[in-house]
């Protein structure tokens, strides 16, 4: 089975500075997807940002980027230029690219940021 | 527009009732999901249904019951609800099994007591 570790469960940054995310999972499958979720106080599930796994190339959403290492098993999150209202509990997330039963979201245990004004 | 509804927001029961959660999604989408996410914030599928049909399955309770009446809506029935229910209940949508983005409802706090 697939596993999810998110090792910080907080984090915090200043507003407009730069924090990284960790996350890396378990799997001996070669291809699949990787998300980062965000949860605000409203608890909305958002989607951040996605990584498929045969793409060499990061994926990159605004001031959102990623750094995938797919030999490390490794998918960290950059929020760059952060902001007030990026304070929110981010899950990292994989999700199997076979069918069946397989493509359902496997969730970390999440990291909470905190922005400081 | 709301994508992926549910209904009720916040639920408060005691403990033996019986009580239903509803979820409707005006996305097309033909893939629902039900996700648990208890006190510490950890999520976990629950069930998945594909064109009504039952997809995903995993450890729960035979009290829970997934029900879909039509592909855009998903409904959960919990029977004989016990204190270790209380979590907030999310319900998602897909297009189709293989998509690879989920859409989430804004999700149901049940408490029971």
């Known amino acids: 089975a697939q596993t999810v570790t998110q090792s910080q469960p907080e984090m915090s940054v200043q507003e407009a500075e730069t924090v990284t995310l960790s996350c890396t999972y378990d799997?001996?499958?070669?291809?699949?997807?990787l998300f980062w979720y965000k949860q605000p106080p409203s608890r909305q599930m958002i989607l951040v940002i996605r990584?498929?796994?045969?793409?060499?190339q990061n994926a990159t959403e605004n001031r959102f980027s990623v750094n995938f290492q797919k030999a490390a098993k490794s998918f960290s999150l950059k929020i760059s230029d952060s902001q007030l209202g990026d304070a929110a509990m981010y899950f990292c997330?994989?999700?199997?690219?076979?069918?069946?039963?397989?493509?359902?979201?496997?969730f970390g245990k999440g990291t909470l940021l905190t922005v400081n004004p | 527009d709301t994508a992926v509804s549910q209904t009720p927001k916040y639920l408060v029961t005691q403990m033996g009732n019986d009580k239903s959660i509803k979820c409707e999604q005006n996305?097309?989408?033909?893939?629902m999901y039900w996700y648990k996410q208890d006190s510490k914030k950890f999520l976990k599928i629950m069930f998945s249904y594909n064109n009504k049909e039952l997809i995903i399955n995993e450890t729960v309770p035979n009290r829970f019951s997934p029900k879909s009446p039509d592909k855009a809506h998903l409904n959960l029935h919990i029977n004989s609800l016990e204190l270790g229910d209380s979590a907030v209940y999310f319900c998602a949508s897909s297009r189709g099994r293989l998509a690879y983005e989920q859409y989430f409802g804004p999700g149901t706090r049940l408490t029971v007591t």
């Open positions: 997330a994989y999700r199997s690219a076979r069918g069946g039963s397989n493509y359902k979201l496997t």
């Open positions: 990584q498929e796994a045969y793409k060499q």
């Open positions: 996305l097309g989408h033909d893939t």
């Open positions: 799997t001996s499958e070669s291809d699949y997807y």
